[in-house]
T-cell receptor
């Protein structure tokens, strides 16, 4: 099956710093999604990417769909304490019936 | 903003008991999903459902699991005889349908099997 490798596993940063995390896939994905999960909550969609090379922003968040269609990154600029949480990449390939494959997540801690 | 709602938020059960987890997808959505997340691990696909039938299921979704859309609004996951390893957060998700898609998740039901 499709595998997603997400890195880093965890990050500890100071408020105001920028942060970057990425995912690589063993196979081609048609769609990449980035979610944030707070403790005890469901994943909340941050950014959706649909085309290779696509660069999309949502406030301080920017994500890109890699041109090989096997990778994606998420950047957060000027981090704030409420950015704390687990960030998951997820995607699906052609014919997957929107069955998402998730990465293992990046735990972000922001020190005020 | 419309959202996927799940009840209960927490469910504690004895091993071997049946549980039913309930979800109300977003009202105009047509495709429904169950995912689960064991503590500290990634979210895993269980099953997808469309037009009153299962579209796809994972290896996790064995004979002990079933899904149902008993009416026009609810979507349920039943585990017939729970095992300790069924303890996890179960997420319901839904999407509208179409070429450009976003999958929306509920807040989850934390199932603890004792």
């Amino acid at each position: 099956g499709q595998q997603l490798n997400q890195s880093p596993q965890s990050m500890f940063i100071q408020e105001g710093e920028d942060v970057s995390m990425n995912c690589t896939s063993s196979s081609i994905f048609n769609t990449w999604l980035w979610y944030k999960q707070d403790p005890g909550e469901g994943p909340v969609l941050l950014i959706a990417l649909y085309k290779a090379g696509e660069l999309t922003s949502n406030g301080r968040l920017t994500a890109q769909f890699g041109i090989t269609r096997k990778d994606s990154f998420l950047n957060i600029s000027a981090s704030i304490p409420s950015d704390v949480g687990i960030y998951f990449c997820a995607g699906f390939g052609r014919g997957s019936n929107y069955k998402l494959t998730f990465g293992k997540g990046t735990l972000l801690t922001v020190n005020p | 903003e419309p959202e996927v709602t799940q009840t209960p938020s927490h469910q504690v059960t004895q091993m071997g008991q049946e549980v039913i987890l309930r979800c109300v997808p977003i009202s105009n959505h047509l495709y429904f999903y169950w995912y689960r997340q064991i503590l500290g691990q990634k979210v895993e696909f269980l099953v997808s459902f469309y037009n009153n039938e299962i579209s796809e299921k994972s290896e996790i979704f064995d004979d002990q699991f079933s899904v149902e859309r008993p009416d026009g609004s609810n979507f349920t996951l039943k585990i017939r005889s729970t095992k300790l390893e069924d303890s996890a957060m179960y997420f319901c998700a839904s999407r509208r349908g179409g070429s450009i898609e976003k999958l929306f998740f509920g807040s989850g039901t934390q199932l603890s099997v004792l």
